[in-house]
């Protein structure tokens, strides 16, 4: 039986969305209970450059999984003010954001991308909006390019600062103001829940039944529905258009 | 770099346990976060011979990943009055449980046992209150025999019906009452969070460093810590004192 993965890319903010009831990986993990394994890759901190670096050793990380999709979460880290030891110049942002794009391309086609949000200038003076605002525009110019869909979170939290809980990490109320919109982008790319068979057969059919008709069935239903991924079946391009 | 899992077994209990704030899934997948995954194999309406029969299914989805640990909560459908078709009766239940540690504890020593909690007798007819206790005690015995860390959740439920949302299943307080035990529980066989290193070297660790720099200190820590688990160190005699 095959439990695909959805994986969740990022830095803090991707790192901590296991802290928080609507953070995105527990918000997940509840939408596709049974269906799939959503799993947490972030790493507190990390710029693209050291994400970029730590890529084959997270691949590795996921064994033989199979990935149903990744979530792209960065480049917060990487927009620090220039002479800041995280900071990651503009093209190379981009450069790094690509080849990790080009690297998770080959194990899925759906790649959901997240821009950076928004922060407290006067806590975060490490930072600074004219320069955030290029990073934000450099992913939504990847996810036009990549033809990947988007959530850009700047537009998405406007200038409420009351979703952040620090000045720069999201409260509860700020990861549920994205996390549907990401579900919904898995769904636009065929991986809506509701379309998932539950995996193993319904306890319906199998009640009242001999061990030699259940291990039947089981494997009937293996047969059938696992291993089942609309993207299998549908042609790459069309996937595309539809997004 | 290796994340192990610990895999939580049961029925719609467990399953649902992705489903609130305070649910097990969700719960451990929070404490745990950077550390290991936490997988949910819970499937609504099981019972253990459902569950022993899909067995093999459940460890091929588990891919290549190793198990740190299990949790597993069987015998509330198994408990339903003769007659009912999901009734499986006490010696054999006993018995199929028994077959699935012999399989768990070929892939972990740390199995955290949970006894069938309370449920409210005017909305779940086809449960009797001195029929489960048969099943409770008989997980308790298991627990005995096997040297397995238990929870028993009818101790802790008393003969509060609020914490159940249905009569039969758990409300997130319900959850609450017990996910701390089992995170305790797992401590007890040498799984502290916090003695287990966070995954991927700390981002101060690898800042304004080169290429070459950063991929040297991944490698370093990949080779100090991965795959660290007290479990690999410690004599199984001693972990078993040690519950």
Not at 51 to 72: C, D, E, R, T, W
Not at 156 to 164: I, K, P
């Amino acid at each position: 039986m095959n439990y695909k993965q959805i994986v969740l890319l990022g830095d803090s903010i991707t790192e901590y969305s296991s802290l928080h009831p609507s953070g995105l990986h527990l918000y997940l993990s509840k939408a596709y209970v049974r269906r799939l394994d959503v799993v947490n890759r972030g790493y507190d901190g990390y710029n693209t450059k050291m994400l970029k670096l730590a890529l084959p050793n997270i691949f590795s990380s996921l064994g033989s999984a199979q990935q149903a999709g990744f979530v792209l979460f960065m480049g917060t880290n990487d927009a620090v003010i220039p002479g800041q030891l995280l900071h990651v110049p503009i093209d190379e942002f981009r450069d790094n954001m690509q080849y990790i794009i080009d690297q998770l391309l080959k194990r899925s086609k759906r790649i959901v991308l997240l821009t950076p949000a928004i922060f407290d200038k006067n806590r975060f003076q490490n930072r600074d909006k004219d320069l955030m605002a290029q990073y934000v525009n450099a992913v939504e110019k990847l996810a036009e390019k990549n033809k990947l869909p988007l959530v850009n979170l700047q537009k998405l939290f406007g200038s409420n600062l009351n979703l952040l809980s620090d000045g720069l990490h999201f409260t509860d109320e700020g990861y549920k103001r994205f996390a549907p919109q990401v579900l919904e982008a898995f769904k636009n790319l065929h991986l809506d829940p509701e379309d998932m068979p539950m995996k193993l057969p319904d306890f319906n059919d199998l009640k009242g039944k001999t061990d030699e008709e259940i291990d039947q069935l089981i494997s009937e239903y293996i047969e059938t529905y696992d291993g089942i991924d609309t993207l299998d079946r549908i042609d790459h391009h069309i996937l595309r258009d539809a997004i």
